[in-house]
């Protein structure tokens, strides 16, 4: 009989439609490859190959495009920003243990490429750095309610495509990522993405994402990035540890194994 219960709940899940458990009150949704339902990945945009991000520094004299810090937000940063100055450079960073850097950082990381996998329900982002990977459900799902949410490095993503545009909304994020260098977030961090291919310009893949946090944010941050595709490359494998021989201590300064 719990087999024949387990075999129900699963055979439902994979029709997709959600449905309550039998000893829980949550849905439960399609497996990540169900079988079927691949027919309508072949009518979404060429995704394919890896994308690299086009960085470029900002024209002398030009304004960087930085977000707008208020409250405990802002003097944070400029206590951090005296810091900086201080030990020329030598503060601590969670990402000198390893740790990645999350949203919105991640997208924005230029030496390592990104890929994208489609597969029924759901968009899935690999990063080469780091090894991470970032769930998007586009199975029609909500968003859980914040006191069923587990914070995350890349918070919890729900998407819907509009024509050839994923559009993402996310929320749920641990408050240890940064909006930039020394920049903290709040925990009702929310970001809006749009990503498609450039009109035109078929290897040439946009995000445009807003960053939304009424309490860190005097208004919401827009910042584009933009990527280039390359179908002759794949990821490679990234562990941070290997070889780390320059552990950095409690004061944030690099020592020597």
């Known amino acids: 009989m719990i087999f024949r219960s387990i075999l ?57 495009n930085r977000p707008q810090l208020r409250g405990q937000y802002l003097k944070g940063y400029e206590r951090w920003e005296k810091e900086v100055k201080l030990t020329h450079g ?40 780091w090894m991470q990977w970032r769930n998007i459900y586009t199975d029609g799902r909500k968003h859980p309610d914040y006191r069923d949410l587990d914070p995350t490095f890349y918070g919890n993503s729900i998407g819907h495509w509009e024509g050839g545009t994923l559009v993402v909304d996310t929320i749920g994020f641990k408050t240890i990522t940064e909006l930039a260098m020394g920049m903290k977030h709040s925990d009702e961090m929310h970001i809006i993405e749009r990503i498609h291919l450039k009109k035109g310009h078929p290897n040439t893949l946009v995000d445009q994402m807003t960053v939304e946090d009424p309490l860190a944010l005097v208004k919401p941050w827009h910042v584009t990035y933009t990527y280039r595709r390359s179908r002759a490359q794949q990821l490679l494998e990234f562990e941070c540890e290997e070889n780390n021989r320059n552990p950095v201590n409690a004061r944030g300064q690099t020592e020597f194994n």
């Open 8 to 64: 129900a709940v699963a055979l439902v899940g994979l029709a997709g439609v959600a449905v309550a458990s039998a000893d829980s009150s949550g849905p439960v949704y399609p497996a990540a490859f169900p079988k079927g339902h691949y027919a309508a990945l072949d009518k979404l945009p060429d995704w394919g190959g890896v994308w690299f991000l086009k960085f470029s520094f900002p024209k002398p004299g030009a304004k960087p």
């Open 90 to 129: 030598n503060v601590p960073h969670p990402q000198s243990y390893c740790l990645p850097p999350g949203m919105p950082g991640m997208m924005g990381v230029p030496q390592y490429p990104i890929e994208f996998l489609f597969t029924p329900g759901r968009v899935t982002i690999h990063f080469e750095a």
